[in-house]
Antibody, heavy 124, light 107 residues
Framework: EVLLVESGGGLGQPGGSLRLSCVAS????????MDWVRQAPGKGLEWVGR??????????EYAASVKGRFIISRDDSRNSLYLQMNILKPEDTAVYYC???????????????WGQGTLVTVSS | DIQLTQSPSFLSASVGDRVTITCRAS??????LAWYQQRPGKAPTLLIY???TLQSGVPSRFSGSGSGTGFTLTISSLQPEDFATYYC?????????FGQGTRLEMK
């Protein structure tokens, strides 16, 4: 069974930083691309970004709203995904989900597994 | 960016009803569309991918169709557990985008 467990959410200050983690189990983590998706309170889903696997040089993609502020990384030895959130803004307040694309092709990149989410609140 | 517009945004229906949700893309995305269900307080779950392929374990009352710029999600006979919010998602180019959601409520 695929399991994704996020942690690290909480209260962050505007202009500050937070780091989210996601520990994966039940599949070969190193083979998969991994993504972050967020959902502001009462709002819809917003894709945050992606890290590719080692075969694709761990390259990353980001939504325009977070590019230059957020960094996605991974540690395959720990089956872990990270989201370093810098220069936090109130509009970054959301539940952040760790998600697994089914495969590394566009046709297979739908999200077949989601974590339970971790809430980040940005407020002074 | 590819914009996805769902209609309606809110839908009121009864158990046993047949309902259809539409998702329109701002440009041709072939069949690279997925549908998700999100119950209150829970993470989304995958229903359909490649526009019409049912994810394993999803009841057969759910179906998807369409290609290009127009897609539909149909629930043939609503069950109590189907009252939730539904999102479409395009998987053609970055940034990956979602529709704004359709909230399905019990009449």
């Amino acid at each position: 069974e695929v399991l994704l467990v996020e942690s690290g959410g909480g209260l962050g200050q505007p202009g500050g930083s937070l780091r989210l983690s996601c520990v994966a189990s039940g599949f070969t983590f190193s083979d998969h691309y991994m993504d972050w998706v967020r959902q502001a309170p009462g709002k819809g889903l917003e894709w945050v970004g992606r890290t590719r696997n080692k075969a694709n040089a761990y390259t990353t993609e980001y939504a325009a709203s977070v590019k230059g502020r957020f960094i996605i990384s991974r540690d395959d030895s720990r089956n872990s995904l990270y989201l370093q959130m810098n220069i936090l803004k109130p509009e970054d307040t959301a539940v952040y989900y760790c998600v697994r694309p089914h495969s590394d092709t566009w046709s297979g990149s739908y999200f077949d597994s989601w974590g339970q989410g971790t809430l980040v609140t940005v407020s002074s | 960016d590819i914009q996805l517009t769902q209609s309606p945004s809110f839908l009121s229906a009864s158990v046993g009803d047949r309902v259809t949700i539409t998702c329109r893309a701002s440009q041709d995305i072939s069949s690279s569309l997925a549908w998700y269900q999100q119950r209150p307080g829970k993470a989304p779950t995958l229903l359909i991918y490649a526009a019409s392929t049912l994810q394993s374990g999803v009841p057969s009352r759910f179906s998807g169709s369409g290609s290009g710029t127009g897609f539909t999600l149909t629930i043939s006979s609503l069950q109590p557990e189907d009252f939730a919010t539904y999102y479409c998602q395009q998987l053609t180019s970055y940034p990956i985008t979602f529709g704004q959601g359709t909230r399905l409520e019990m009449k």
